[in-house]
């Protein structure tokens, strides 16, 4: 643009030629004052639009790969801490932290499990995080403080983003009843399988206890990762997992929410994997 | 604005080209590295949490 601009300008007396040898505000006719706004609203509103465009690359490119740094970081630690002996899920008593009270000894911000999800891809794994703030959710899907842990009575609720920042649960909305969703913890496997109508293939379908495989609901709505989802101050009895993202893409105007029921539990055994996952025996 | 930038650079316009595109690259890593991770946080896109 600023090349096009140098050449010798066909009308003859623009500001242009003149401001080579005179100062701008120099003898500016009315035409040219005209010129000068409008050419200066134009590149304005040309540069907005370029800044603009940036931003959708930052959102969809840049944060990936700042997030995809921070997982592996968050990733690593955890599998360190695993091969030395510790389980951040383990409080420093050497009881499993429980929900609503121990549970805060785990701090925020660190690795605890890894989540599986065949159907996303044979290689789809992140290590979740421990807290939903957005620090949190930068490193990879965060596990809401005060939800059960995996293998509790209770819903395990985890938050993942949809678009940018490692985008997680990007693809959230393959899943299809009884798909898998395998969470490793120091100790076990814990195989969840997607609620909703096996037979059928209805996410809505609520089942026996009221819990549907998928749900759509607006963003002040925390009883989908209440102990029993949609039920607040229900008492558990099932072993339930929660993953809530973004919805639609891009947007945040909703937040859609997955619920699975705990179908199987291994403990975990060197680095045998479940049956559920590529190449498992176990 | 471009004008005034393009004509109070120095030197011969293939040392103008190279200034340009290190103003643009530094424009652009301010905007994506500073800017951008500022102002994401106050936009309401991208929140994945039910609250």
Redesign the interface.
Known sequence: ???D??EPPDDGGSI?TR??HARPDEGLSRADMVRLGLR?TG??LITLGV?VL??V???LW??NIFAHEKQVKAHNKLEKEWASGDDPLIGGDGKLNLPGGKQGTIPTGIGIANIYIPRLGTDYHFTIIEG?N?AD?EKGP?H?VHSALPGQVGDFAV???????GEP?LNLDHLKPGDAVVIETKSDWYIYTVKGNVQTGDLNDKGTDGIPGREI?S????D??APVPDHPGATPTEKLITL???HPK???NQ?M?LHGTLARQVPRNGTALPKELAGGTI | ???W???HLPGAVSWK?LQ?LLLVAAI?AL??FVI?PWL??KL????????
Not at chain 1, 159 to 165: F, I, M, S, T
Not at chain 1, 219 to 222: E, F, G, K, L, Y
């Open positions: 643009m600023t090349i601009e140098q242009q401001g080579r200066g590149q304005t800044v940036l931003f690359v930052y959102e840049v944060t939903t957005d959710l965060g809401y938050a993942g983003h949809r678009v940018g920042k649960f609901v963003p002040s709505d925390i989908v990762i809530t993202t973004c891009f947007t945040a937040r929410i | 604005m471009y004008v930038i393009w004509r080209v340009v652009s905007l994506l951008f994401e946080p309401p896109i991208n929140k994945a949490t039910v609250n």
